[in-house]
């Protein structure tokens, strides 16, 4: 296993908490001096926090810069920003390109799918989870084309519920199991890309947490429930998982793999 990822450009979506600003403190550790590191969520005040800990850690010392965009990528103007800043942070020395799709939404997990007659609520829900999803991916290989001695890399922060069924969580499961697929299309028409689907739940994060204190079908709560209770992973740990995946650099491209299959 190689002990770091290169001199890096990596773009971090939601960023600002839970497993995303694990990622991002867990990768400072693994790219070299000179890499630089774009931190999107919709929080600048925790953005900011994240910004500061990093400038400040051993890694920022010597020479890692982090840059925080604050931004809502359900808005046009959201991944066009992130877009930007990451051109801006980019520079000939660096030899990997990385994006981490981390941001998501659990959508209303109260209700069923003869609830949804609103249009507008669920194209809102989309847009931020599977249309930014793919348009930032997508500007990303445009700015970042193949190129000699530049690697890229692509990686999907999945989940159990982009291949399983779960009752009131409709949207949820539809947008995770639509950002799978997109990977593996991905995979087959850029075979110089790395592209990863990687599923680190459960984890004790506000997103399970208004999981368990919301989803309206009760067999599926009891299931969850259980699982928090039993098989509960902590951010660093999952984290660890899927840095120890990209630095070993084996899997195949377009994989779906959950930390339970590791």
């Known amino acids: 296993m ?7 450009l990596c773009i971090i979506t939601g960023a600002s908490r839970g497993f995303g600003r694990t990622v991002a403190l867990q990768m400072s550790r693994v790219v070299k001096p000179g890499s630089a590191l774009v931190l999107t969520a919709r929080s600048a005040d925790d953005l900011r926090a994240l910004q500061e800990e990093l400038t400040a850690s051993e890694a920022g010392r ?37 994006l981490i799709n981390n941001a998501g939404s659990l959508g209303d997990v109260s209700r069923f799918i003869r609830d949804f007659t609103n249009m507008a609520e669920v194209n809102s829900y989309m847009s931020f989870n599977v249309t930014s999803f793919l ?3 997508a500007g ?58 990687y599923a680190p739940s459960p984890m004790d994060t506000a997103l399970l947490r208004d999981a368990l204190s919301k989803t309206a079908h009760s067999g599926h709560k009891r299931m969850m429930c259980d699982l928090a209770s039993t098989r509960m992973f902590t951010c660093e740990y999952s984290c660890a998982q899927m840095m120890k995946l990209l630095l070993d650099d084996k899997y195949t491209s377009g994989d779906h793999i959950d930390i339970f299959d590791l």
């Open 135 to 137: 348009c930032l991916t």
């Open 62 to 98: 010597a020479g890692l810069k982090a840059v925080s965009v604050p931004a809502d990528l359900g808005l046009k103007e959201g991944p066009e920003r992130v877009l930007k800043e990451a051109r801006d942070a980019f520079n000939e020395d660096m030899d990997h390109v990385i």
């Open 140 to 197: 990303i290989l445009q700015r970042f084309p193949q190129c000699p001695g530049l690697k890229r890399t692509v990686v999907d922060v999945s989940t159990m519920a982009a291949m399983r069924a779960f009752p009131s969580w409709v949207l949820y499961c539809s947008s995770k199991a639509t950002r799978v697929m997109m990977m593996k299309v991905l995979a087959q028409e850029e075979p110089d890309l790395r592209v990863l689907s």
């Open 2 to 8: 190689s002990s770091s990822m290169g001199r890096v």
